[in-house]
């Protein structure tokens, strides 16, 4: 039995009206619980309707998915929110070391800054990363990305092989699977020629001023940096291991959201079906492959 007289020190009267109390208190305490079990019960698209928000995050300086406010990753994620009644609310972060950590940081984890947000955007849609990050959901493939390489054709007016880059100098981004596979190509016979760029973007004007005759990258932004210049030609790379490199990009949301997963792939198929994303990458200059 509780001993009321512990906390008040009073008669028998007062802990019949204690028990009274208590058993109100109870009942409170549990309308509580229930009203807190609820909220929590509250789906994550029904968080998002209920403030008419998708907050999303897109990198920074990544053109020409998503650079300076704008981009097609941009353009994507507005369309996608207007499908689920909503407006996008933008999170630009800079990437980090790999993917996982920016899964973490915007996603599952989040930071004492920015907190976690409700989508990430332009995230491989890979089976083995997949398993790799359990704590977030990847879905909605809306592009498929390539190396490929863009050349001066004053200067290489065909490429069958890899051998002219052992005497002509060509750029590649910095700590890309590009560079490493460059580095290594028969045996490094392609080293010496090869320069390394802090981004995609360096290496592409270099490209335009003549200071390399190609430069190895992904094919969507090496068709945005020339924008259909004809003194440039964009193939694939005449090397087997990168012309196998493909992969799917998509969106990403926390493993336990899945009616909002399964709205924002609603959405997207129904962007892809009617042309939407097909024109948006045209209006940037790229070449939409379907995923």
Known sequence: MVQWSVFSGV???FQKGGRIALALAIVTLSCLVASTAIAQEKSALALVQQRGVLTVAVYNEFA????QGKGIDVDIVEALAAKLGVK??????????????????????GT?????????????VDQQFMEKVKQTRILAPY???????????????????????????????????????????????????????KSSTDAINALKAGTVAAVLGQQGELESGLQGDSRFAVDLPP????????????????????????ALETG??????DGSVKRIMQQHGLTHREP
């Open 143 to 197: 592009h498929r990305e390539r190396f490929a390489v863009a050349r001066q054709l004053s200067v290489l007016p065909t490429l069958d092989s890899l051998e002219p880059f052992e005497k002509l100098p060509f750029g590649v981004e910095g700590e890309s699977m590009g560079a490493m596979v460059m580095l290594s190509a028969d045996s490094g016979r392609y080293r010496e020629k090869l320069k390394i760029f």
């Open 64 to 67: 020409p998915f998503s650079d």
């Open 11 to 13: 008669d028998r009267c």
């Open 239 to 262: 090397n087997q291991l990168l012309k196998m490199q493909q992969w799917r990009i998509g969106l990403a949301v926390k493993a336990d959201s899945l009616d909002l997963a399964k």
């Open 268 to 273: 997207m198929n129904a962007l892809l079906a």
């Open 112 to 124: 004492p800054l920015t907190g976690t947000v409700d989508v990430m955007m332009h995230v491989p």
């Open 88 to 109: 996008a609310s933008l999170v630009w972060f800079n990437s980090g070391d790999n993917v996982d950590g920016d899964l973490r940081k915007m996603i599952w984890k």
